[in-house]
C-alpha cells in the first residue's frame, strides 16, 4: 500500500492551463479505471472533483477534466481561476483498499 | 442535503483506545458503502477503513490493521471507528466518507474529528 506519486507543487496563471500528474503501478492506477480526484481548500474538508478517471460530478466546471495512460492518472485545469488555488490529491482503488497520492498544491500566480 | 458530521476526537495518551463516531443525515445510509479517511497535521490523506452496506465485509489499511475497527449502527445511522493501542502517529484529523455501492470514490465529506496521541 505505497503511496501515489504526485508532484509537491504546480503553479500557474489566471487564464491558463496545468496539468497534476499521479503515477502509481499496475496494481492500483494501472489496473483499475477508478482514479479519482479531491480538491482541498485549507482547514475545508476534501471535494470530489474528478471520478472513474474521467468523469465529472455535478456542479464541477468543466474546467476540470482526467486522463490516465498506463500507470499514470492526469488532472487538467484549464482556464485557471484564482478560486483553483488549494491542494489536489489523486486516489486509487487498489482492490478492496485504497490509496491516495501525497498531494500537490496549487498556486495561481 | 447529505450531512456527515464526525465526533468523539480528543487527546488520549500512547497506548491507549478512542471511539469515533460518524453521524449521516440525508441520505439512506444502509444503502451506502462508509469509510474513514485521515490526514496527518501539515500532511497528506491517507485511506484507513472501509465497510461495506451491510456491514458484511471491512478492509483496512496496513498502518491500522489490527488495532482499528471499523462498524455501523444502520438503524442508527452511524459510522464507528475504535481506534486501540494509538500511537503518536495516529494523530490526525479523521473524516468520515459516502461512497455509493461500488462507485469507488467518495462523494461526501465530514469536516473531520481531530485525534492527538500524546503523553
Known amino acids: 500500500q505505497s503511496a501515489l506519486t504526485q508532484p509537491r507543487s504546480v503553479s500557474g496563471s489566471p487564464g491558463q492551463s496545468v496539468t497534476i500528474s499521479c503515477t502509481g503501478t499496475?496494481?492500483?492506477?494501472?489496473?483499475?479505471?477508478?482514479v479519482s480526484w479531491y480538491q482541498q481548500h485549507p482547514g475545508k474538508a476534501p471535494k470530489l472533483m474528478i471520478y472513474?478517471?474521467?468523469k465529472r460530478p455535478s456542479g464541477v466546471p468543466d474546467r476540470f477534466s482526467g486522463s490516465k495512460s498506463g500507470n499514470t492518472a492526469s488532472l487538467t485545469i484549464s482556464g485557471l481561476q484564482a478560486e483553483d488555488e488549494a491542494d489536489y490529491y489523486c486516489?486509487?482503488?487498489?482492490?478492496?483498499?485504497?490509496?491516495f497520492g501525497g498531494g500537490t498544491k496549487l498556486t495561481v500566480l | 442535503q447529505v450531512q456527515l458530521v464526525e465526533s468523539g476526537g480528543g487527546v488520549v495518551q500512547p497506548g491507549r483506545s478512542l471511539r469515533l463516531s460518524c453521524a449521516a443525515s440525508?441520505?439512506?445510509?444502509?444503502?451506502?458503502?462508509m469509510h474513514w479517511v485521515r490526514q496527518a497535521p501539515g500532511k497528506g490523506l491517507e485511506w484507513v477503513a472501509v465497510?461495506?452496506?451491510?456491514?458484511?465485509?471491512?478492509y483496512y489499511g496496513d498502518s491500522v490493521k489490527g488495532r482499528f475497527t471499523i462498524s455501523r449502527d444502520n438503524s442508527k445511522n452511524t459510522l464507528y471507528l475504535q481506534m486501540d493501542s494509538l500511537r503518536a502517529e495516529d494523530t490526525a484529523l479523521y473524516y468520515c466518507?459516502?461512497?455509493?455501492?461500488?462507485?469507488?470514490?467518495?462523494?461526501?465529506w465530514g469536516q473531520g474529528t481531530l485525534v492527538t496521541v500524546s503523553s
Open positions: 472513474d478517471v474521467t
Open positions: 499496475s496494481s492500483d492506477v494501472g489496473g483499475y479505471n477508478y
Open positions: 466518507a459516502r461512497e455509493q455501492i461500488a462507485a469507488r470514490h467518495f462523494d461526501y
Open positions: 486516489c486509487s482503488y487498489a482492490g478492496n483498499y485504497w490509496v
Open positions: 440525508g441520505f439512506i445510509f444502509r444503502n451506502y458503502g
Open positions: 465497510i461495506w452496506y451491510d456491514g458484511s465485509n471491512k
